[in-house]
């Protein structure tokens, strides 16, 4: 199984300075109220990482300031041992779907398109090779069908739909997806975990901001409890636990007891064995 | 009225400065900034009053500096004032526009006691004057403002096409943009720059109020024809242009028509481009109201001749061979409507579905067939709701009679697979091949 190689390969065999995202001492504010406080965070490459916390937490903050685009307060982030300026080419994001105009006079392809845009570079204009492919990632997504439709007249799970596609067209090998799972039917959702899945397999790293706890362990190998600090992050088999829970919850989450019971009763992860 | 070289001229400068406004507009619309345009073309009032004291002469270079400068301070405060307060964009906008406009005005009275400077001017312009000021190019005498006009039109259309890509990203989703290395407050900047710059170049003649009307109304209008971004900006043009040239006939004719004098070009422009907004807005293909309504009505009628196939299909099932036809007052009464039923009975027959019989109307072999497809789609439905839905109640017959309309053989196939291909519906009624 491709999980368990992965994990087993890379679980203590990556330095810090190799891995896809290092963060020490991350602090954001906006307008002086800080939001995220001293976060100290090392990501494991070729896994499936989930981002957890409530609303409000700073999860959306957490890939925004990662990305540069809120200012750190103080900090230092590095990707692959670099800054993220001279790592952008391995970057991909999916940004909250409610963050764009979908009357905006664009059809799916040429949302998809703009994933290769940095690729393309600056004044040169999008090609047929370039439709190609976007086509392509289209197609993946199982969505080639309505490449030439106006974005608004798709449902919300076919917009998320395209906005993975454009993701895989940026063929980054870490990706930043937040709440890619809002809002889309069972589907769907099956549609996106198996391309999780399968970017996972080809060893490409993706950090996913989850809201739906009952989920988080089947879905993922490693998760980021977050809520204006870190609580903790970790492999889910250790990290993700009632106390952390409720050290990032305050305690009020009644489903949160259901959850980990169900995941109690999980029989899996083989991965811990080794 | 006699149309002459000068009425070409005013027409030529409006819709060169009309183009070169709408072309920038599209992209106040689609980041939804229009109050944008307002705010700089209000606020580049005190650069023009500063420029001329400073210089004391109506130079149209210092102006155009002064007034980018002061355009870019605008672009930077607002975006300050926006980030800082918490207000909202418009209110910001608000804010520094009219206090840099009042700045304006009173700095323009100010130097208006030394040189011939008219406020009112720079609100409605002088396009009926831009002809007599001419300079000599290849020989040829062309009015200066056509020159300005001209030229801004080409940078901005050098604009929109070299950097089609970067604006469409970062007016799309800023955020992506940035992360790629397109940056995003970057290309804010320079559009806001030449948004600052054209209104400098079309205020003189065609007046702050057209350029207003411009910025916005074309690039709202050409979002309201298209759903590509490039159609969007050449409708946009064109809609410009023909505004223009509206815009001066009418200002030229229609006054007299009722006996006054000609009326204010570069106003009569920005009236007809309101006016034609709204044709847009209620005749555009795809989301005019008009159109919709349209649209609406025509479905209604096909539905009622839908019905009447139907129905005569069923009549035909349940009568003797040799039943007489059915007089269109029974139609009308099983389908409860009146003209509708008459306007598709000669629709039907014109289309050779029915036949007129001693005054009544059978159906025809095709319309035979087409009444036997929505019988067999609603039995279907009938018996897809029933048998696999588990839905069985009264309200069967309805659903099924609103789906038939919209069913095709395709669907069909579909519906009587799942179903079982089944010979009798639920009412035990047969559902023809
Ligand atoms: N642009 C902004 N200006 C000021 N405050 C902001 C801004 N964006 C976010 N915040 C604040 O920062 C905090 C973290 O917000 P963020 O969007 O990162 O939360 P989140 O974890 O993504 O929440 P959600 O689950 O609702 O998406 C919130 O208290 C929010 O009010
Ligand atoms: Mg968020």
Same mark, same amino acid.
């Given at each position: 199984m491709a999980h368990t190689r992965k994990t087993a390969g890379s679980k203590k065999n990556y330095t810090q300075a190799q891995a896809p995202l290092c963060v020490k001492d991350l602090t954001v504010a906006y307008h002086r109220k800080p939001?995220? $406080?001293d976060i100290d965070l090392t990501l494991p490459e070729g896994q499936l990482i989930a981002v957890v916390g409530p609303n409000g937490a700073g999860k959306s903050t957490f890939i925004k300031s990662v990305l540069g685009l809120v200012p750190r307060a103080s900090g230092a982030i590095s990707i692959y041992g670099k800054s993220y300026e001279s790592q952008r080419h391995l970057v991909g994001y999916v940004p909250?779907?409610? =963050?764009?105009? $979908?009357?905006?006079?664009?059809n799916a392809l040429d949302v998809v398109a703009m994933g290769l845009y940095r690729q393309i570079g600056w004044f040169r204009p999008v090609n047929k090779n370039h439709r190609k492919k976007a086509l392509d990632s289209l197609e993946k997504v199982g969505m080639a069908n309505y490449?030439?439709?106006?974005? =608004?007249? *798709? =449902?919300g799970g076919q917009q998320q739909r395209v906005f993975l596609a454009r993701a895989l067209a940026q063929d980054a090998r870490l990706y930043f997806m937040d709440e890619?799972?809002?809002?889309?039917?069972a589907a769907t959702e099956r549609a996106i975990i198996s391309l999780l899945k399968e970017l996972k397999s080809v060893g490409k790293t993706c950090v996913v901001v989850h809201h739906d706890l009952q989920t988080v362990p089947t879905y993922f190998d490693h998760v980021v409890l977050l809520n204006m600090r870190l609580v903790d992050a970790g492999p889910v088999e250790t990290v993700f636990n009632e106390e952390n829970l409720k050290k990032t919850y305050g305690g009020?989450?009644? *489903?949160l007891t259901h959850a980990l019971n169900e995941y109690a009763k999980t029989p899996q992860f083989p991965s811990n064995t080794d | 009225m006699e149309w002459t070289f000068i009425d070409t001229w005013i027409v030529l400068v409006g819709a060169l400065s009309a183009a070169a406004c709408a072309l920038l507009g599209n992209y106040l619309v689609l980041r939804r900034m229009s109050m944008m345009g307002d705010a700089i073309s209000h606020a580049v009032l005190p650069g023009l009053a500063i420029a001329f004291l400073i210089t004391? #002469?109506? &130079?149209s270079l210092p102006m155009l500096v002064g007034a980018i400068i002061v355009g870019v301070v605008t672009t930077f405060m607002i975006q300050g004032i926006d980030r800082l307060s918490g207000l909202d964009r418009g209110a910001s906008m608000g804010v520094v526009f009219t206090t840099l406009f009042a700045i304006g005005l009173i700095l323009i009275r100010q130097a208006a006691d030394h040189v011939d400077l008219d406020p009112s001017c720079v609100l409605y312009g002088a396009i009926e004057l831009t002809p007599l000021d001419t300079v000599e190019l290849f020989g040829q005498e062309i009015p200066q403002a056509a020159i300005t006009s001209g030229l801004m039109l080409m940078v901005n259309l050098a604009f929109v096409i070299v950097f089609f890509k970067e604006l469409k990203i970062t007016s799309f989703d800023p955020a992506l943009a940035t992360t790629m290395g397109f940056n995003a407050n970057v290309l804010h900047y320079i559009l806001m720059t030449l948004v600052a710059a054209t209104t400098i170049a079309a205020f003189e003649s065609v007046g702050s109020i057209l350029v207003i009307a411009m910025l916005i109304v074309p690039g709202a209008a050409a979002h309201l024809m298209t759903d590509r971004l490039g159609w969007m900006l050449i409708i946009s043009v064109v809609f410009s242009v023909l505004s223009a040239f509206l815009g001066h006939l009418s200002a030229i004719t229609i006054p007299t028509w009722f006996g006054f004098q000609d009326t204010s070009t570069a106003g009569m422009m920005a009236l007809i481009a309101g006016l034609l907004f709204v044709v847009v807005f209620l005749? #555009?293909?795809?989301?005019?109201v008009f159109s919709r309504m349209v649209n609406q009505f025509l479905l209604g009628l096909r539905i009622v001749g839908d019905d009447i196939l139907g129905f005569l299909y069923r009549y035909h099932e349940l009568a003797p061979a040799n039943a007489a036809p059915v007089p269109v007052p029974e139609i009308q009464n099983a389908l409860q409507t009146d003209i509708p039923v008459k306007v598709m009975i000669w629709n039907l027959r014109r289309t050779g579905l029915i036949l007129r019989q001693n005054g009544g109307y059978t159906l025809t072999p095709s319309g035979k067939k087409a009444g036997k497809g929505l019988i067999r789609s609603h039995r279907l439905w009938e018996s897809y709701l029933c %048998?696999?839905?588990? +839905?069985? %109640?009264? &309200?069967v017959h309805r659903h099924a009679h609103q789906f038939e309309h919209f069913t095709d053989t395709k669907l069909q196939e579909e519906l009587s697979q799942v179903t079982g291909n089944? &010979? +009798?519906d639920p009412h035990n009624r047969k559902i023809p091949m």
């Amino acid at each position: 199984m491709a999980h368990t190689r992965k994990t087993a390969g890379s679980k203590k065999n990556y330095t810090q300075a190799q891995a896809p995202l290092c963060v020490k001492d991350l602090t954001v504010a906006y307008h002086r109220k800080p939001v995220l $406080w001293d976060i100290d965070l090392t990501l494991p490459e070729g896994q499936l990482i989930a981002v957890v916390g409530p609303n409000g937490a700073g999860k959306s903050t957490f890939i925004k300031s990662v990305l540069g685009l809120v200012p750190r307060a103080s900090g230092a982030i590095s990707i692959y041992g670099k800054s993220y300026e001279s790592q952008r080419h391995l970057v991909g994001y999916v940004p909250q779907r409610e =963050s764009v105009d $979908w009357d905006f006079p664009v059809n799916a392809l040429d949302v998809v398109a703009m994933g290769l845009y940095r690729q393309i570079g600056w004044f040169r204009p999008v090609n047929k090779n370039h439709r190609k492919k976007a086509l392509d990632s289209l197609e993946k997504v199982g969505m080639a069908n309505y490449a030439y439709r106006q974005i =608004s007249q *798709l =449902s919300g799970g076919q917009q998320q739909r395209v906005f993975l596609a454009r993701a895989l067209a940026q063929d980054a090998r870490l990706y930043f997806m937040d709440e890619p799972f809002a809002g889309v039917d069972a589907a769907t959702e099956r549609a996106i975990i198996s391309l999780l899945k399968e970017l996972k397999s080809v060893g490409k790293t993706c950090v996913v901001v989850h809201h739906d706890l009952q989920t988080v362990p089947t879905y993922f190998d490693h998760v980021v409890l977050l809520n204006m600090r870190l609580v903790d992050a970790g492999p889910v088999e250790t990290v993700f636990n009632e106390e952390n829970l409720k050290k990032t919850y305050g305690g009020r989450l009644t *489903l949160l007891t259901h959850a980990l019971n169900e995941y109690a009763k999980t029989p899996q992860f083989p991965s811990n064995t080794d | 009225m006699e149309w002459t070289f000068i009425d070409t001229w005013i027409v030529l400068v409006g819709a060169l400065s009309a183009a070169a406004c709408a072309l920038l507009g599209n992209y106040l619309v689609l980041r939804r900034m229009s109050m944008m345009g307002d705010a700089i073309s209000h606020a580049v009032l005190p650069g023009l009053a500063i420029a001329f004291l400073i210089t004391g #002469s109506r &130079d149209s270079l210092p102006m155009l500096v002064g007034a980018i400068i002061v355009g870019v301070v605008t672009t930077f405060m607002i975006q300050g004032i926006d980030r800082l307060s918490g207000l909202d964009r418009g209110a910001s906008m608000g804010v520094v526009f009219t206090t840099l406009f009042a700045i304006g005005l009173i700095l323009i009275r100010q130097a208006a006691d030394h040189v011939d400077l008219d406020p009112s001017c720079v609100l409605y312009g002088a396009i009926e004057l831009t002809p007599l000021d001419t300079v000599e190019l290849f020989g040829q005498e062309i009015p200066q403002a056509a020159i300005t006009s001209g030229l801004m039109l080409m940078v901005n259309l050098a604009f929109v096409i070299v950097f089609f890509k970067e604006l469409k990203i970062t007016s799309f989703d800023p955020a992506l943009a940035t992360t790629m290395g397109f940056n995003a407050n970057v290309l804010h900047y320079i559009l806001m720059t030449l948004v600052a710059a054209t209104t400098i170049a079309a205020f003189e003649s065609v007046g702050s109020i057209l350029v207003i009307a411009m910025l916005i109304v074309p690039g709202a209008a050409a979002h309201l024809m298209t759903d590509r971004l490039g159609w969007m900006l050449i409708i946009s043009v064109v809609f410009s242009v023909l505004s223009a040239f509206l815009g001066h006939l009418s200002a030229i004719t229609i006054p007299t028509w009722f006996g006054f004098q000609d009326t204010s070009t570069a106003g009569m422009m920005a009236l007809i481009a309101g006016l034609l907004f709204v044709v847009v807005f209620l005749f #555009s293909p795809r989301y005019g109201v008009f159109s919709r309504m349209v649209n609406q009505f025509l479905l209604g009628l096909r539905i009622v001749g839908d019905d009447i196939l139907g129905f005569l299909y069923r009549y035909h099932e349940l009568a003797p061979a040799n039943a007489a036809p059915v007089p269109v007052p029974e139609i009308q009464n099983a389908l409860q409507t009146d003209i509708p039923v008459k306007v598709m009975i000669w629709n039907l027959r014109r289309t050779g579905l029915i036949l007129r019989q001693n005054g009544g109307y059978t159906l025809t072999p095709s319309g035979k067939k087409a009444g036997k497809g929505l019988i067999r789609s609603h039995r279907l439905w009938e018996s897809y709701l029933c %048998n696999v839905m588990g +839905y069985c %109640n009264t &309200d069967v017959h309805r659903h099924a009679h609103q789906f038939e309309h919209f069913t095709d053989t395709k669907l069909q196939e579909e519906l009587s697979q799942v179903t079982g291909n089944p &010979d +009798y519906d639920p009412h035990n009624r047969k559902i023809p091949m």
